[in-house]
């Protein structure tokens, strides 16, 4: 089935920000223009889309450590030449001795899974060694990267957070904006998973060090936990859109809702360019009344969600947070790769390990209540969710950093491509909106402003290119050719071999 938007996917120069770019080896499309690069590398090196993401996720964990690294989690979706998708859920579980929950410090951390996972990754899809997928990170730890203004500011914003997390010491902390930041424990720590594999980090010294940290700051976490952690692989939950499959994250991802929003959408007819975006914000706004029951997974698609196409609901959005950082890759063989990877809130947990030089993620301010209550062992709904969708004319990898953003964002570009008919690099630089506890968060220029006030909507109106708004990673193959366009928010950069 042909559909609008897609024979133009491939256009160069489609977009006067951020262009459509064909590649021969592969395609990369990464939150940092250094994790892009890694990704190229691999690629000339004759790696795969896998280990093309393994290793801009390595170099995202030394240049973003506010928004992810070795103590937070990745999920994956990846598409094999002949079509078959696997998801691959990098995300851990409560301690077994869970006591309380918090949204920071010792008793917000779970097991770690990013690295658990890029071990799967690489053993399942990968073709190069994991010292070779992973040198990029560790030069870049070791050699220093210069600190971002972004990065500074995440620092002094979260700081109280970090030096209760005893991290005051930590060369991210202390290197100020402009400055060299070398990481020599975290080059440590990756040189020893390149070497041994992710028994590096979840056995031995290691193991006890992130043990011995979570304690420090209140936790239950300990080596026990990070001995039993497994990485979920298996398959995705899959939807149809205007006959287009569309396939996202199991459970315990809410990349559910979004294909709850997509079935809604699916059955909705007669909609036109003024009701459209005020029927996509009430879809969101419906589907996240039930995101704690996201770990039904495909049975909750039977859930009908109805909205009122005359005017807003007044319901209310999802929550405030932000973070996390994407990777989408494809290789000449047609591996496609989704990937997101987190500690969720800014530098997450705020608890620091020293011996890794990394913070761990606070995955249990997930927590909410029924289905999603805390529970030893158990996983929290998690907002990580990367998609994957068959094109007319081949795979298209998306993801977008944006926490309970991820779901609406995704839901915007792929409705600008298939009921208005944009091309891919259009309708990943047009303006969005947010629907965002109680307010509707809009983009200046959106040319649908005005309507969805007169549906009643609380517009909020803020900057272009505001980081509430994601940064989208999109790379695919399109007519056999890897292809690949990056977000123009944020730092997200492309680049192809």
């Known amino acids: 089935m042909s559909a609008p938007g897609f024979p133009r996917i491939a256009d160069g120069y489609a977009s006067p920000i951020r262009p459509v770019m064909g590649g021969y080896l592969g395609a990369v499309s990464a939150a940092h223009p250094l994790a892009a690069a890694a990704g190229q590398e691999m690629l ?14 390595a170099v995202l964990a030394v240049v973003m450590p506010d928004a992810c690294g070795l103590g937070g989690d990745l999920l994956a979706l990846v598409r094999e030449p002949r ?27 779970t097991v770690p899974g990013a690295v658990a996972a890029w071990e799967s990754l ?50 991210v902390v202390t290197t100020p904006a402009g400055g060299k930041l070398v990481q020599e424990p975290l080059a440590r720590i990756l040189d020893r998973i390149a070497k041994e594999g992710a028994r590096a980090l979840y056995r031995g010294a290691m193991a006890d060090a992130v043990a011995r940290a979570v304690s420090a700051c209140g936790g239950t976490l300990d080596e026990a936990d990070l001995a039993a952690h497994q990485t979920l692989v298996g398959p995705p939950v899959a939807v149809g859109y205007r006959g287009i499959p569309v396939h996202v994250q199991p459970p315990p991802s809410q990349g559910v809702l979004l294909a709850l929003c997509l079935t809604a959408l699916d059955r909705l007819d007669g909609l036109d360019a003024d009701n459209r975006e005020h029927a996509l914000v009430e879809l969101t706004e419906a589907s996240f009344a039930h995101r704690d029951r996201a770990g039904e997974g495909a049975s909750l698609l039977r859930t009908p969600i109805t909205i009122d196409l005359a005017r807003a609901s007044g319901r209310g959005g999802p929550r405030a947070y932000l973070h996390t950082a994407g990777v989408a890759t494809a290789d000449a063989d047609g591996m496609v790769v989704s990937s997101l990877s987190s500690v969720f809130d800014d530098f997450g947990s705020g608890v620091f390990v020293p011996e890794g030089g ?4 606070n995955r249990a301010g997930g927590f909410t209540d029924g289905a999603n209550a805390p529970a030893p062992g158990r996983r929290p709904v998690h907002t990580l969710a990367p998609i994957l969708v068959e094109t007319p004319r081949g795979p298209l990898a998306f993801a977008t950093p944006g926490a309970d953003g991820q779901v609406q964002t995704l839901l915007q570009v792929l409705s600008a491509m298939v009921d208005e008919g944009r ?11 947010r629907s965002e506890e109680g307010r509707l968060l809009v983009e200046d220029g959106h040319p649908a402003i ?23 990673t999109a790379a695919g193959v399109v007519d056999g050719q890897p ?13 192809v071999a």
């Not at 990394?358 to 993620?361: E, M, S």
């Not at 969805?452 to 994601?470: N, P, Y």
């Open 44 to 57: 000339l090196k004759g790696g795969t889309a896998v280990d093309a993401a393994i290793a801009a996720h």
């Open 83 to 109: 079509g078959t998708v696997t998801a691959v859920n990098g995300c851990g579980a409560a301690p077994l001795g869970l006591t309380e929950v918090t949204t920071t410090g010792g008793a917000s951390v």
């Open 122 to 171: 690489a053993s399942g899809w990968g073709r190069l060694p994991l010292d070779r997928v992973l040198a990029p990170a560790i030069r870049a730890a070791r050699g220093g990267i210069p600190v971002s203004a972004g990065l500074a500011r995440a620092v002094a914003d979260q700081r109280a957070r970090l030096e209760a997390g005893r991290a005051a010491g930590w060369t």
């Open 358 to 361: 990394f913070v761990l993620a």
């Open 423 to 433: 091309d891919l690099a259009s309708a990943v630089a047009a303006p969005r909106w």
């Open 450 to 472: 005005r309507t969805l006030e007169a549906f009643g909507h609380a517009v909020h109106r803020m900057k272009a290119g505001h980081v509430k708004f994601g940064a989208v």
């Open 483 to 495: 292809i690949c366009v990056a977000d123009w928010r944020r730092e997200t950069t492309s680049g």
